[in-house]
């Protein structure tokens, strides 16, 4: 499907530099457009270095086209990995979950069958055997089934967006870093024209992709655009450790716990999330992260918080990602989602192809930014 009369646009502005906007921007660069990085801080130090950073579609299945989207998106991380290089940044060899308690446990299980009739990666293992075979660290009682899903993988999102956008700028791209959009300009015909920035500068663009993240509102409200998010705060501490004592991405109850490269380990809990707005400090939101984590992983009880965030995750309110032009007003897109890092090369390569070709990619049918009232 193509929207109206689409003419290449020759200079996009993105606006926003995490996972998403770097995977725009860097598929918009290698295919000729001139490209503008446009964000208020660093290259990936957002919500995308603030992320669980889980690449994954098992915890996707509230909507068949979400979770097949997901898919696409691990599949899509695998083909970039190819590509531009795996080095620091994608780390594959699965993820593993298992339930504190019966009713837990059998929904656990309830999923893993509807994952394997979708065709899905997903294994049942005791504890025992992960024990013995994947992570001898773990605590995980013997007889506890544990899903192993064997295709899922974490990435180093602020390596990845770093990489991302050093290979734009090979082609060409330019970035405009430590300043924030102010303003977005349309022409007599309602299409974009100019983006004002907050050191004084006016560019002249012929599309802008807000990417924005957490901040994605209030881009859209420079164009007069309602776009409802949620709010949901997380917290993400990290800990140094001389020695990382688990190899993947795991959910054991109570907290989630994946390596941070060779010195470090994330840490975030749902149960944990929920008291953000007690108003419960981060040190101490980060002392009960690191106290559930050590009964998973005892051999993290001496190790040191390093950094702890609270992050506010850039979920559309309908909880579904906003992808794609907005046709009343020509040059406008949008890239805004939660699961950024599973989602991101995929939402790169399919909006990259939009903006240039006009064609609208059935994938995103059911995630179009029309379906928020303007």
């Known amino acids: 499907m193509t929207v109206g009369c689409v003419q290449r646009p020759e200079r996009v502005a993105v606006i926003g530099v995490g996972i998403l906007g770097a995977g725009v921007g860097w598929n918009l660069s290698r295919h000729g457009a001139e490209v503008v990085f446009i964000d208020a801080g660093r290259p990936g130090e957002g919500v995308t270095n603030w992320s669980f950073s889980w690449v994954n579609a098992s915890n996707k299945t509230e909507r068949r086209t979400y979770f097949d989207l997901n898919v696409a998106g691990m599949a899509a991380y695998r083909e970039l990995a190819e590509i531009i290089g795996p080095d620091s940044w994608w780390h ?29 990666g997903v294994e049942v293992w005791t504890g025992a055997e992960v024990r013995r075979r994947l992570e001898p660290a773990l605590t995980v009682p013997d007889k506890t089934p544990v899903l192993f899903y064997p295709d899922e993988a974490w990435v180093h999102g602020r390596h990845l967006v770093g990489r991302l956008v050093g290979r734009a700028v ?18 007599a015909d309602g299409s974009i024209r100019t983006v004002t920035l907050s050191d004084g500068s006016c560019l002249d663009v012929d599309a802008v992709v807000n990417a924005a993240g957490p901040g994605a509102s209030r881009v859209a409200g420079l164009i007069g655009r309602h776009l409802p998010m949620r709010r949901e705060p997380g917290v993400v501490t990290r800990i140094g450790c001389a020695r990382v004592p688990v190899h993947r ?43 559930s984590a050590r009964h998973v992983v005892p051999e ?32 406008y897109y949008e890239a805004v989602s939660h699961s950024g890092i599973t989602l991101g090369p995929v939402i790169g390569r399919l909006l990259a192809s939009e903006i240039l070709s006009g064609k609208r990619d059935e994938m995103l049918a059911d995630f179009r930014p029309e379906r928020f009232p303007r």
């Open 92 to 120: 594959p060899g699965g993820h593993l979950r298992w339930a504190g308690d019966p009713a837990t446990e059998a929904k656990h299980l309830e999923t893993a069958d509807l994952l394997a009739s979708w065709d899905y």
């Open 170 to 187: 090979d082609c060409g791209a330019e970035h405009r870093l430590g300043t924030a959009v102010c303003d977005i300009g349309v022409g």
């Open 300 to 331: 993290l009880g001496n190790s040191v918080t390093a950094q702890t965030r609270v992050a506010h995750r850039p979920i559309p309110a309908d909880g579904f990602p906003s992808v794609g032009a907005l046709p009343s007003v020509p040059g």
């Open 249 to 291: 991405a795991v959910h054991a109850p109570h907290i989630e716990i994946r390596p941070d490269g060779d010195a470090s380990v994330v840490l975030h809990s749902r149960e944990i999330d929920a008291l953000i707005d007690t108003g419960e400090a981060p040190a101490e939101l980060a002392r009960l992260l690191h106290e």
